[in-house]
Structures are given as structure tokens and as C-alpha cells.
């Protein structure tokens, strides 16, 4: 295997977390039976670049083309969109004659917000099933998949982007070099890329293995990034840290030799933090595995304490990052009584791997668990709010990321 990015061969591994099958491919009963397809989960480190990276062993078109996330159903990632879009209109004063351009737009959540303001807009969205879901709530929609290619016949047939953004796209693309290449093409002289992106110091300093899954092909620090997008002439000249996802970057770009946009103090500062702390030393990188070995005895003791005291114990949410820690962790339906989500997408299947029945949220009220393991760690707060009433039984909220915590 060679780096996606610079060629060089890969030898070095950052972690290694098994086999598991794709966190996205939820089950239906009929697929109990079924011998399920499983691909190893090991990430490898890029001596010359230092991108860190997951092999391709399923296809984007096998992963994306029907998909079961849909962006909607959290309350705090709606208010997020909202915010990014009321903020990009008043930083680049975004009209009726600019022109916005999402990359994996999802179910529309984001661009709907530039629609109600009268922002002419267009998604780009792999997965059929979503772009569908976005074209009926009035967000213009291609379903295609995004690269040089497309970029070149969007432009030709539309007209280049203004603002052209990606939120928790440039992670889950093979050919980085063909997606970077696409954005160049697309974004209109004088432009504005924003691009979002789980930082991988977060990764790193908050034990984050779960974030790691097939859909994932790169985890980006910002000093990796700066070259792909150098490569392509296409200059970073601010950098916001978000508490997205765990701890996100947002990155603006502009093509090199725009003078318009001066680069900020915050894209020095943040390249200067990765290097000190030795994103750019093959050594920094080496005691990862160490630390997810020892997080997951520690998750299986607190499970093995549960069962010894005959508490129950069920899940909330149906995250692909969920799927990740229980498969790399061993646990099975019966250790985790069963899981909710609010999203009917998945409602009543079953997690991959692990086969735990996936319920809707009132699950809980009937069946007063002791503890509800969150599984989508980054919200926990807006679920604690959410099922705030299993205190009424004595029950409890635990989470495993960065460490186990029972609240």
C-alpha cells in the first residue's frame, strides 16, 4: 500500500482495531442469518507526509451510494449549519447573485438555510436515497460523486462557486488528490472554499479509536493538510478549531495569489502547535495503540461489573463511530440489552457486527434501564437533556471516549 496523497510506501501502523464490517450497513433480520462481509481496521502513518490513513477495501460507491446517516436528526448539528450559514453571509456578504456550493450535502440541512435567504445554491451528494430526501425539501441536488471530473462539468453547466464547502467529506474520499484537484476547478476567482474535518490531535489526545471506520479513509492534522491543498495552488489563509464531531478544524482556502485574503495569525499559530507537540516526528505517533489496547480492558471491566451486578445496560444512538467501539471491543446484543436512535432510517435494524437491535427512543421508558451508554459521545450533552428522565428511576448516562465516565 502507497499513501493516497504523496506515493510513499506505507509501512508504519498507527493502530490496529481488528476486523469489522462497514459501520453504515445496518442490518434487517433476514441479514442475521447471512455471513457478514468484515475488512481489517488498520491504520497506517505516512513517514514522508504524515497523513494517517485506513487501506480502501470497499468502494465509495459500495459505502455511499445508499446511505443511512441523514444530517437532520440532531438538533445540534442543525443549529451548527444554521450558524456557519448566517456567518458566511455577513463574512463575504453572500447574495442573490453568489452562487453556493456544497460537496456531500446530505439531506439538504445546510444549503436549506441559504435557500431561505434567497442564496442560489447546488448539493452534490452521492447517496441517492439523501439527495432525494434534499431535492423534496427545495435544495437543488445532484447525486454524483465529486472529483475533477465532475467539478469541470458542474462549471461548464452552472458556474463557479463563490462558497464552496465540504462538512465531514475531505476524511472520506480515496482519491484525495483527484477531490482537492475537483475544488480548485470549481471555486470561482476571488472565492471562498470552507472545508470541515475531525482534527486528528483530537483524535490523538482525546483515545478517539472510534471515530476510526471504512468510510474514514484519512484522518487529517492541519500540517498534512496544508500540503494537499499547496499541491493544488490553493492557499489556506485561516483556520477555526470547533467543537464538532469531537473537536473539528474548519479550514478557508483561496486560490494561491489572491491577494484579497490575507492569512491569518490563527494559521501560523495552530501550524506551529502541531510541530512542537511532533506531528512532523514518526515517534509522536507511536504509544496510540497502546492507549486504545488499555481503554478497551477497561471499557470490558465496566461491562463485566455491570453483568456481576445484574444491572442492565442499553445504548443510545446508532453512530457508524458506536459500531466501531463495540466491534473492536467484542461486545454482543445481550451485553447491550439494545440501542435507540431517533432516526427511522434505522429503526428496527441491527447494528453491524454486533447485532444489537436498534429501537425507537421510548424503548427506554418502558424497559427503566440502569445505565444508557452513549454512543454518540460528541452530543452526549444534547441527549442528557433529551433523556434526562431515567434520573426519575436511579438511572445513568455512561460514556467510554475519552475514558469511562458515569454521570
Known sequence: MKCRFCGTPLNNVFVSLGRSPLSNSYLTKE????????????????????????PEFESPENIFTDYAYFSSYSDTWLKHTKDYSEKMVKKYGLDKNSFV????????????????????????????????????KGVPTEAVFFGAETASRLKKENRPADLLLGNNVLAHVPDINDFVKGMKILLKAGGVITMEFPHLMKLIDGNQFDTIYHEHFSYLSFITVEKIFDKYDLTIFDVEEIPTHGGSLRIYAKHKGDESKPVSAGVDELRGRELKKGYADVNYYSDFKDRVSKLKKEILDFLSKVKKEKKIIV??????????????????????????????????????????????????????????????????????KQMSFIREWGGKFVTFIPGTEIN
Open 31 to 54: 441479514d442475521l442469518d447471512k455471513k457478514e462481509p468484515t475488512y481489517p481496521l488498520d491504520v497506517y502513518l505516512c513517514e514522508k507526509c504524515f497523513l494517517v490513513q485506513l
Open 101 to 136: 456550493i456544497e460537496i456531500a450535502s446530505n439531506d439538504g440541512c445546510l444549503l436549506e438555510n441559504f435557500v431561505r435567504m434567497g442564496i442560489p445554491v447546488l448539493g452534490v451528494e452521492p447517496a441517492r436515497n439523501v439527495a432525494e430526501v434534499a431535492r423534496k
Open 315 to 384: 445504548g443510545y444512538g446508532a453512530p457508524a463511530k458506536g459500531n466501531t467501539l463495540l466491534n473492536y471491543c467484542g461486545i454482543r446484543a445481550g451485553q447491550i440489552l439494545y440501542t435507540v436512535d431517533r432516526s427511522p432510517h434505522k429503526q428496527g435494524r441491527f447494528l453491524p457486527g454486533s447485532h444489537i437491535s436498534i429501537e425507537t427512543p421510548d424503548r427506554i421508558r418502558q424497559t427503566k434501564p440502569d445505565y444508557v451508554l452513549i454512543l454518540p459521545w460528541n452530543i452526549k450533552d444534547e441527549i442528557m
